[in-house]
């Protein structure tokens, strides 16, 4: 069994990351040591195979890991993973953080998608591997099996991007913000009028106590259409990723047989608690049947959900509220746009937490104990 250091595993992710490899019996096939960049010493989750928790900081106790899988953020790899590099660790890292996911040493994991890239990767001798942007995962895991068709020119994604992604302060200050709204909208008043609660709602928006420190606008009763830095082209930096990260993964990025596809469109933060959506336009090299789009979706993976085009199914089938949870991906709303008869509208739901960022570094484990 392989020697696995895991850390972060008490952050959000990691969280999910425990729950789900608890609920796999992951443990069962790894020896796990637990670290802790605050808590050094103290007792480790019960998995344990020593019995406190070991320095995160410490290259030494790091040194012994055949493995080491951290959920503990960008700063953290900033720091460690050069310094347990340049120490001559040759252990294979997996990382929830973005800070290596375009190195052209790391390779990105989602293996639904690229299985066979992950297991060429570890043959050529890569040891670092990556989970991609939640919204790319999300996406490819939806229509990665059209995407690798060659059917696609081109892709447009509008997200719709919940509270989890800017992290667990995020999602409190979400519910913090429709709490302020309900007690200072004077909604429960029977006796007022809707026009009424709606200027209490709209002046609370700009009380200076409105509860919007880390969105810094209001997200409950709004939306915030910009996620993440801002890049010179005008694309926000979570638009950018979109194109490369999906490419990366598919590996049309360094084929020399096959075409980068171009992936665009504008990431909207939305009053949605885990669950990203994406409506999405693609534009196909040729006219097909929707047979045939159903066919190339549903053959790609497991996960993956068709939902009939029609009002009853949608609602509830392509609601971010009911897919939280959920490893299902579905994808519905499809349809021949106005636009041509190679255009298709599409609309995506996905769990953030799960495939978004838990589950593939989890499955990646699973890969390395084959
Ligand atoms: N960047 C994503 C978001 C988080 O802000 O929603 C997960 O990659």
Redesign the pocket.
Known sequence: MKKVGIIGQRGMVGSVLMERMRAENDFSNIEAYFYSTSQVGQEPPKESAGDALLDAYSVDELKGMEVILTCQGGDYTKKMHGELRNSGWKGIWIDAASTLRMDPNACLVLDPINGQGIRDALNKGVLDFVGA???VSLLLMGIGGLMKSGLVDWVSTMTY??AS??GARNMKELLNQMGYLAKHSDFENTSAHILEIDRNVNSSFRNSDFPDELFGAALAGGIIPF??SELENGQSR?EWKAMVEANKILGTDINPDMKNIPIDGTCVRVGAMRC?AQGLTIKLNQEVSEDTIKECILSSNDWVKWVDNNKAETVKGLNSAYISGSLNIPVGRVRPMNLGPEYWNMFTVGD?LLW??AEPLRRMLNILSE
Do not use: S
């Open positions: 942007n939640c919204t991007q919940a992604g800017a996620i993440d979570e990203h953030q978004g960022a």
